[in-house]
């Protein structure tokens, strides 16, 4: 007897391999043959447990643009999808009632040739506006077809938030009178406020010139000490950022879950302000 991907093969040459059923398609109503695991993460859940968390109540989608580029000496070029693993954590626990899409990564750099802004810095990936606006569209498409009633979007760069606000209301436009809506929520992205609160609570800066400061540099920490060079800097003597040291290390990673907690609330604010509206 032929394996079943081979008969299936034949039948595509013959032109009627859609009469043949796919055989590695699951019954969309089975129950869950495992215990169910503790995330808000989308992509590290099983399309059971998506499917379980919506039914339970999970009806709001957290979609975040974050990118891959040059952010100076210290940091990695996914500074913003580090930081984003943090705060759509807490955003989406503080809700209760939402999951986060997988991390948009790419998003625009600068131009790519010639280059422009970070594509002037091996490691960035840059992509057109309308390739990101595009890859939003679809990924915001995908969710309103599964269900989802609400829809956030937020970025942690500057150069995301016009594409995410023009994509908000577009499809709003487009889908006017349907069950789903998009949120393009512009608190998110505040780092004045991120400034203002660290300033508050004492700790003062003095800009180096880096596309780095201690509010990001702790956030990092927060979420994987790695991704800053944490032991690098100690041995060589650069662990401090903007005049702000970064030892003892715990209490930076203390103030960089104060920030996450701080934007999370925030941000957390005006979704329910904008899904109440």
């Known amino acids: 007897m032929k394996p079943i991907f081979a008969i299936i093969a034949a039948g595509a040459a013959l032109g009627f391999a859609a009469a043949i059923p796919d055989p590695v398609k699951p ?5 869950n043959p495992i215990p169910v695991l503790d995330t808000v993460f989308i992509e590290d859940m099983t399309w059971i447990e998506v499917r379980d968390a919506m039914k339970s109540g999970k009806d709001t989608v957290i979609v975040a ?3 891959v580029e040059q952010n100076g000496p210290y940091l990695v ?3 913003h999808n580090v930081v984003l693993k943090g705060t759509t954590r807490a955003i989406a626990n503080q809700l209760g009632n939402a ?3 997988p991390i948009i990564g790419f998003v625009p750099e600068g131009d790519i040739d010639p280059p422009s802004l970070h594509m002037h810095y091996p490691g960035t990936i840059s992509v057109t506006e309308e390739t990101y606006r595009a890859l939003v569209t679809d990924v915001c498409s995908s969710l309103k077809q599964h269900g989802f009633k609400n829809i956030v979007l937020i970025g942690d760069s500057g150069g995301n938030q016009e ?3 023009d994509v908000a209301a577009k499809l709003n436009a487009a889908w006017d009178g349907g069950a789903t809506k998009v949120h393009y929520i512009a608190e998110y992205y505040d780092f004045p406020a991120v400034d203002a609160f660290l300033e508050k609570n004492g700790i003062e800066q003095t800009p180096e010139g880096w596309h780095d400061d201690f509010g990001m540099t702790a956030t990092m920490m927060a979420v994987d000490r790695h ?5 690098q800097r100690i041995e060589a003597g650069k662990a401090s950022i903007n005049g702000v040291e970064l030892e003892p290390i715990k209490e930076t990673i203390k103030w960089g879950r104060k920030v996450i907690n701080f934007r999370a609330r925030k941000t957390v604010a005006a979704v329910k302000k904008a899904i109440g509206s």
Do not use: I, W
Request: hydrophobic share 25%; no cysteine.
């Open 65 to 67: 643009t974050g990118g």
């Open 77 to 79: 070029t996914g500074k």
């Open 227 to 231: 991704s800053v060079r944490t032991d």
């Open 163 to 165: 594409g995410l606000k």
């Open 99 to 101: 999951l986060v899409a």
């Open 27 to 31: 019954d969309p109503n089975m129950e």
